[in-house]
C-alpha cells in the first residue's frame, strides 16, 4: 500500500476523463434504493476527496479515509464543506461510530494485495456500517489486466504536465506492475521529474463473493460499472453491492 507522492500534484488533472458526475449520480440513486437519503456516509481510499465532495454536495455527511498524506493534503485545500478525512490505512481504519453507506472506487480495492488484507477491510466495513447499511465498491477485472494493460505503455503530454506509465502483468500472481514517470511543470517552467511503482492484484469475481460472505456481509449483487447490468467476459470494470446483514442484528 504505496502512497502517492509526486503523482498527488498532478492526479486530479490525468484523472479528468473519469465521469465522477456520473458515478456521483449512480451511487446516489443506489442509496436511494435501500433508503440512504442523508446521513454518514464513508469514502474508503477517498484520494483528492472529488468523489466525496460530489456526495457531500448531495447532501451526504462525509468522511474520507485514505493511506497517502499528499493525497489528503490536496483534499483539504478544497472547500471542504464539513467533510471530515482521516489520514488512515483502509485495511486499519477506526471511526467513531458506524455509517449508513462505504464507497470504496476508483480501483482502490485492486492495490490491496494479499486475500487477507480484503477479508480484513470487507470486515471492518461490516463492523462500521448500521444495520441494512450498504457497501459499493469497484474493481478492475483480471480480463482487464489480462488483455488490456498487461505489457502496455500509455503517454500523455500536457502543458502542465507529461507522464509515462509501463504496465507489467504476472499471470501466475494477477499482479499488475504500474512504473509511472511523471514530469510536472513548475512555476519557473522547468519540469520536475518524478517516478513511481505502484502494484495491483486482480482476482476472480468468486474469491471476492466468498470473502464478502465470509466477512459477515451479504452478497447483493456485481453489475458491469455503474450500470445495472450484468458483467460481461470482457468487462473492464464491475461494481459490486454488499450489505449489512439484518439477520445479524434479530
Given at each position: 500500500m504505496e502512497a502517492y507522492s509526486g503523482f498527488a500534484e498532478v492526479y486530479d488533472l490525468f484523472m479528468d476523463n473519469v465521469p465522477y458526475e456520473d458515478w456521483c449520480r449512480y451511487l446516489v440513486s443506489m442509496f436511494h434504493q435501500y433508503g440512504i437519503a442523508d446521513g454518514l456516509v464513508l469514502d474508503l481510499?477517498?484520494?483528492?476527496?472529488?468523489?466525496?465532495?460530489?456526495?457531500?454536495?448531495?447532501?451526504?455527511?462525509?468522511?474520507?479515509?485514505?493511506?497517502?498524506?499528499?493525497?489528503?493534503?490536496?483534499?483539504?485545500?478544497?472547500?471542504?464543506?464539513?467533510?471530515?478525512?482521516?489520514?488512515?490505512?483502509?485495511?486499519?481504519?477506526?471511526?467513531?461510530?458506524?455509517?449508513?453507506?462505504?464507497?470504496?472506487?476508483?480501483?482502490?480495492?485492486?492495490?490491496?494485495?494479499?486475500?487477507?488484507?480484503?477479508?480484513?477491510?470487507?470486515?471492518?466495513?461490516?463492523?462500521?456500517?448500521?444495520?441494512?447499511?450498504?457497501?459499493?465498491?469497484?474493481?478492475?477485472?483480471?480480463?482487464?489486466?489480462?488483455?488490456?494493460?498487461?505489457?502496455?505503455?500509455?503517454?500523455?503530454?500536457?502543458?502542465?504536465?507529461?507522464?509515462?506509465?509501463?504496465?507489467?502483468?504476472?499471470k501466475a500472481t494477477q499482479i499488475n506492475e504500474y512504473d509511472l514517470t511523471l514530469f510536472i511543470r513548475e512555476e519557473d517552467g522547468r519540469y520536475r521529474k518524478y517516478e513511481e511503482t505502484h502494484f495491483q492484484r486482480g482476482y476472480s469475481l468468486e474469491r471476492i463473493k466468498e470473502l464478502v460472505e465470509a466477512a459477515g456481509l451479504e452478497w447483493v449483487a456485481c453489475y458491469q460499472a455503474f450500470t445495472m447490468e450484468a458483467p460481461k467476459e470482457d468487462s473492464e470494470r464491475v461494481c459490486i453491492l454488499a450489505r449489512e446483514c439484518l439477520k445479524q442484528n434479530g
Open positions: 481510499g477517498c484520494g483528492t476527496g472529488k468523489m466525496t465532495r460530489l456526495l457531500a454536495n448531495a447532501g451526504y455527511d462525509m468522511i474520507g479515509v485514505d493511506v497517502s498524506e499528499e493525497m489528503l493534503g490536496i483534499a483539504m485545500t478544497q472547500e471542504q464543506d464539513g467533510i471530515l478525512y482521516l489520514n488512515q490505512d483502509m485495511r486499519e481504519f477506526e471511526l467513531y461510530g458506524t455509517v449508513k453507506a462505504v464507497v470504496c472506487l476508483c480501483d482502490s480495492i485492486n492495490y490491496l494485495m494479499e486475500e487477507e488484507d480484503l477479508f480484513a477491510v470487507f470486515k471492518l466495513v461490516n463492523n462500521y456500517l448500521d444495520p441494512g447499511g450498504i457497501f459499493v465498491f469497484d474493481l478492475n477485472t483480471l480480463y482487464k489486466y489480462r488483455e488490456i494493460l498487461g505489457e502496455s505503455t500509455i503517454c500523455e503530454n500536457r502543458e502542465e504536465g507529461s507522464f509515462i506509465w509501463e504496465n507489467y502483468y504476472e
